[in-house]
């Protein structure tokens, strides 16, 4: 029972222009929610996220954007670089989780830059 | 600056083995967490602990045990390694606190070959 779903493996974009990547959830207790970014051989790092009550969050050439009357969120990136190729998470708590920080993670996109 | 670290970046097993693998954090969290990361599939959480020598399992704790003596160092035993083992392992750690769903904090990983 897949809760948070990424359902594009890959996306492949030209420098300069805007990456979209896209998250898809399914349980409606989920209040909080993050971008995390990984690359090869690296632990993933925490990119941006929002809270239930918000429908957008930037930060620099990150902005995520939430709706929640169709369990979508995506996270824009403006303009890309190359460095911005990597593998992109997207993840999700509900309350229910007792402040154990227990997060549910989607399956990942790998974005490619191209310069 | 927060640091998590696990004691190998490589290694390489041989099917029936028990192995260890150890994760240590300085930022006095409370919760720590081990992941495993397989193309397409995310990161599937195998289990995680909230306090000292507590442990909840995740969504794939079989074949799996963990142990948490000290607030700062949570480790991954898998009694007898098996080929279906082999894995990116990431560990993570989160603070506690009246933010839902924090941000988890992640070690490099350790990439697990069971031959």
């Known amino acids: 029972d897949q809760q948070v779903k990424q359902n594009s493996p890959s996306l492949s974009v030209q420098e300069g222009r805007i990456s979209i990547l896209n998250c898809d959830y399914t349980?409606?207790?989920?209040?909080?929610f993050l971008w995390y970014k990984k690359y090869p051989a690296e632990g993933p790092t925490f990119l941006i996220s929002?809270?239930?009550?918000?429908d957008k969050n930037e930060d620099g050439r990150f902005t995520v954007f939430l709706n929640k009357s169709a369990k979508h969120l995506s996270l824009h990136i403006v303009p890309s670089q190359p460095g911005d190729s990597a593998v992109y998470f997207c993840?999700?708590?509900?309350?229910?989780?007792?402040?154990?920080?227990?997060?549910?993670f989607g399956q990942g996109t790998t974005l490619q830059v191209k310069p | 600056d927060v640091k998590v670290t696990q004691s190998s970046r490589y290694l390489v097993k041989r099917t029936g083995e028990k192995v260890f693998l150890e994760c240590v954090q300085d930022?006095?969290?409370?919760?720590m967490f081990w992941y495993r990361q397989d193309p397409g599939l995310g990161l599937r959480l195998i289990y995680f602990?909230?306090?000292?020598?507590?442990?909840e399992k995740g969504d794939i704790p079989e074949g799996y045990s963990v142990s948490r003596e000290k607030k700062e160092r949570f480790s991954l035993i898998l009694e007898s390694a098996s080929t279906n083992q082999t894995s990116m392992y990431l560990c993570?750690?989160?603070?506690?606190?009246?933010?839902?769903?924090?941000?988890?904090?992640f070690g490099p990983g350790t990439r697990l070959t069971v031959l």
């Open positions: 993570a750690s989160t603070a506690t606190s009246g933010i839902t769903g924090g941000e988890q904090f």
């Open positions: 349980n409606s207790m989920f209040d909080y």
């Open positions: 929002i809270s239930s009550i918000k």
């Open positions: 993840a999700a708590s509900a309350d229910g989780s007792g402040n154990t920080g227990k997060l549910i």
């Open positions: 930022m006095d969290h409370e919760n």
């Open positions: 602990s909230y306090d000292v020598k507590m442990k």
